[in-house]
């Protein structure tokens, strides 16, 4: 049996605009997806992932998607000798926590330790990005990174096709954080292209939000870097501000962030996809991570206490 593992990750500055060869900030935090292989006559699959509720089911076509490039991609007939998945871990599957990345980056390990190659990781993420793009369409590739490589990154996508752009940053210590889901699940390559579309019918105003953004992101780097949380607060919000601008933020999302700036946090902001999905407040010290995590929790909201950078 072969077994391999994916990270969560939550992305502090960079959602959309990466996929334009913005520089964006990454960081893995402390869940996983667990995928087990073995031999099997045919192939089978089964998600015994936690799940945000109707996941899964929204999902579903995304997933198979993965699964069949997978499958081609390691030449895996899918009867007659075939292989079982089974997914599992403590990862909750829902939109902002890159759940689809995890997916792909568990199999691929799992196959490899499975199959006796010895995959590094550079040759994982390979995999687990062709498994998104399957997916998803349009990936910008920091979702898989993350997944596998753990940490913070500064990533900015290659537009020419060529190697993408991956440095890690050090921090003395992870940052903690409380993520929240609004409960709404959305399919990213929607969402990627209706932005793609308002910026073709808005090029002025996405040109002064994409500026606005460059020196956002540039001071983010410096405030994770001087450990400054203060301040990396006030940028994860600004960063907000320029998300809700793009259409990306919802009624949900605007209050789980309303709950948490007044219970406290540093800064709030949506993560992932957007119109839904997730959210992440900078929460230093045990303390502020109870305090903001019940306000949260007291308007309905699922809520995850955390660490980011492990």
Not at 43 to 65: A, V
Not at 100 to 122: Q, T
Not at 282 to 287: C, R
């Amino acid at each position: 049996m072969g077994r391999g593992t994916g990270f969560g990750k939550t992305i502090l500055f960079g959602e959309h605009f990466v996929v334009y060869g913005l520089p964006a900030v990454a960081a893995a935090f402390g869940k996983k997806t667990i995928a087990e292989v073995e031999d099997s006559e045919q192939l089978s699959f089964t998600d015994n992932r936690p799940q945000t509720p109707g996941y899964k089911e929204r999902k579903r076509d995304e997933i198979n998607r993965q699964l069949d490039l997978l499958l081609d991609y390691f030449k895996i007939p899918r009867d007659g000798g075939s292989i079982s998945i089974t997914l599992s871990g403590d990862l909750v599957c829902a939109s902002g926590v890159g759940a689809s990345a995890a997916l792909a980056a568990s199999i691929v390990r799992a196959i490899s330790d499975h199959k006796n190659l010895g995959l590094s990781d550079e040759e994982v993420n390979d995999a687990a990005y062709k498994a998104e793009e399957a997916g998803s369409g349009t990936p910008s590739g920091i979702d898989n990174t993350c997944s596998v490589y753990g940490g913070f990154i500064l990533f900015t996508k290659n537009l020419e096709g060529g190697p993408n752009d991956i440095k890690t940053l050090s921090v003395d210590k992870p940052l903690d954080i409380v993520m929240a889901s609004s409960g709404i699940t959305q399919t990213t390559k929607e969402v990627v292209d209706d932005v793609r579309r308002l910026r073709g019918e808005n090029p002025t105003q996405y040109e002064r939000i994409w500026s606005d953004y460059r020196a956002l992101v540039d001071d983010g780097v410096e405030a994770i870097k001087e450990g400054n949380v203060e301040r990396l607060g006030e940028l994860m919000s600004g960063n907000q501000r320029l998300l809700a601008e793009m259409t990306l933020s919802c009624p949900q999302v605007e209050e789980i962030i309303s709950a948490a700036t007044s219970a406290g946090a540093l800064g709030a902001k949506l993560t992932g996809t957007g119109r839904g999905g997730s959210v992440i407040a900078l929460t230093p010290g045990e303390a502020l991570q109870d305090k903001v995590s019940k306000a949260i929790e007291d308007k309905g909201y699922t809520t995850l206490k955390t660490s980011i950078g492990i």
